[in-house]
């Protein structure tokens, strides 16, 4: 509608007839117009008043607009990254045009402009000043943006500048430098794995004895985590989610202990001893089970061990 009024009055449209000017928004409507306006409540008279089939049209196809939700949309509004000023001053004056503001309309155009800018510094100082009105925060919001646009200009002509006159000062520093004469390349041998890459570790199965290395204790594998290279771990603490990196197999090797009797193997050579094993025997056998429960496997692949502590 407001398009077709700029042209009424830019033509001269409207110095015509009325009839004349409802044909002619009629034809620039387009067909389904005529089917509008034939079910449009208009009596013949009003069909040929301009101002009464604009209003009719008006109703039809402008719905009432939700203010709550207009009003919503308005203040979330902020200048989104990348998004300059101008477009953002006009976003929240059009979003204002439907809400229905009346006489705070400004104030509350002026609020979300200064709280919306991307610039925190600048909002910040305009939240300071208590006489601030409309006109001065957009003219304020529109002197920083331009400043901010000149500033890497000006700052590389001086930056340039500077770096002559060093050269010139000291000449000596500077020989050698500049441009290579031929184009050079940077690339990998064909077998080479780049630093950075992420060593794939074994994955770890349901049951799976593994020791955590941030809490230093020992848990079991109860399944895969939704994040990747992830597990889900039972703990004396309780269940805990821990990356692969944190995690290393448990060894769970059984020594080779001999048999716990009071009786020896009869091999030709003992004969007729019955002792029992002595008691530095069964320490050695217990501090060789304990430290096998304990074993687990870096991440280089070394199995490590703790250290052995008397039991005192």
Same mark, same amino acid.
């Given at each position: 509608?407001?398009r077709?009024e700029r042209?009424?009055i830019a033509?001269?449209?409207d110095r /015509?007839?009325e009839?004349?000017? #409802?044909?002619? +928004?009629?034809y @620039?409507a387009?067909?389904d %117009? $005529?089917?509008?306006l034939?079910?449009?409540?208009l009596s013949?008279t009003d069909?040929?008043?301009?101002?009464?089939v604009?209003?009719?049209?008006?109703?039809?196809?402008v719905?009432k607009?939700?203010?709550?939700?207009?009003r919503?949309?308005?203040?979330?509004?902020s /200048?989104?990254?990348?998004?300059? #000023?101008?477009? +953002?001053?006009? @976003?929240?004056?059009?979003l %204002? $045009?439907?809400?229905?503001f009346?006489a705070?309309?400004?104030e509350?155009i002026?609020?979300r402009?200064v709280?919306?800018?991307l610039d925190?510094?600048l909002s910040?100082?305009?939240?300071?000043?208590?006489?601030?009105t409309?006109?001065k925060?957009?003219?304020?919001?529109?002197?920083s943006?331009?400043?901010?646009?000149?500033?890497?200009?000006l700052?590389?002509?001086e930056?340039?500048?500077g770096?002559?006159?060093?050269?010139?000062?000291?000449?000596?520093?500077?020989?050698?430098?500049?441009?290579?004469k031929e184009p050079?390349t940077?690339?990998?041998?064909?077998?080479?794995?780049?630093y950075a890459?992420?060593r794939?570790?074994?994955q770890?199965?349901?049951g799976?004895d593994?020791w955590l290395?941030?809490?230093?204790?020992?848990g079991?594998?109860?399944?895969?985590?939704?994040t990747?290279r992830s597990?889900l771990?039972?703990t004396?603490?309780g269940?805990?989610r821990?990356?692969r990196t944190h995690?290393r197999?448990v060894q769970?090797t059984?020594?080779?202990?001999?048999?716990?009797?009071?009786?020896?193997?009869?091999?030709?050579?003992n004969l007729?001893?019955t002792?029992?094993?002595t008691d530095?025997?069964?320490?050695?056998?217990?501090?060789?089970?304990?430290e096998?429960?304990?074993?687990?496997?870096?991440?280089?692949?070394r199995v490590?061990?703790?250290p052995?502590?008397l039991?005192?």
């Amino acid at each position: 509608m407001k398009r077709f009024e700029r042209y009424r009055i830019a033509s001269g449209l409207d110095r /015509q007839s009325e009839e004349f000017q #409802v044909n002619a +928004f009629m034809y @620039a409507a387009g067909d389904d %117009a $005529e089917d509008i306006l034939s079910v449009l409540p208009l009596s013949d008279t009003d069909k040929k008043s301009y101002e009464s089939v604009i209003d009719a049209f008006e109703k039809h196809c402008v719905s009432k607009r939700n203010v709550i939700y207009e009003r919503a949309c308005f203040n979330r509004r902020s /200048q989104q990254p990348g998004e300059s #000023v101008e477009s +953002f001053i006009t @976003a929240v004056h059009t979003l %204002a $045009e439907h809400c229905q503001f009346r006489a705070l309309r400004e104030e509350l155009i002026r609020d979300r402009i200064v709280v919306g800018i991307l610039d925190a510094k600048l909002s910040e100082s305009l939240q300071l000043d208590a006489e601030l009105t409309l006109a001065k925060a957009m003219t304020k919001v529109r002197q920083s943006a331009a400043v901010k646009k000149q500033q890497p200009v000006l700052r590389g002509a001086e930056s340039s500048a500077g770096h002559e006159d060093f050269k010139a000062q000291f000449p000596t520093v500077f020989s050698g430098l500049g441009k290579l004469k031929e184009p050079y390349t940077i690339a990998l041998e064909p077998d080479a794995v780049p630093y950075a890459l992420v060593r794939s570790l074994p994955q770890l199965q349901p049951g799976q004895d593994v020791w955590l290395t941030r809490e230093r204790k020992q848990g079991t594998i109860i399944q895969k985590a939704v994040t990747p290279r992830s597990y889900l771990i039972h703990t004396d603490e309780g269940q805990l989610r821990r990356n692969r990196t944190h995690l290393r197999p448990v060894q769970n090797t059984q020594p080779q202990t001999t048999p716990d009797t009071d009786e020896t193997p009869d091999n030709g050579q003992n004969l007729g001893n019955t002792d029992t094993p002595t008691d530095t025997t069964r320490e050695s056998k217990s501090h060789t089970h304990t430290e096998a429960n304990n074993t687990y496997v870096t991440s280089s692949g070394r199995v490590s061990r703790p250290p052995g502590r008397l039991d005192l």
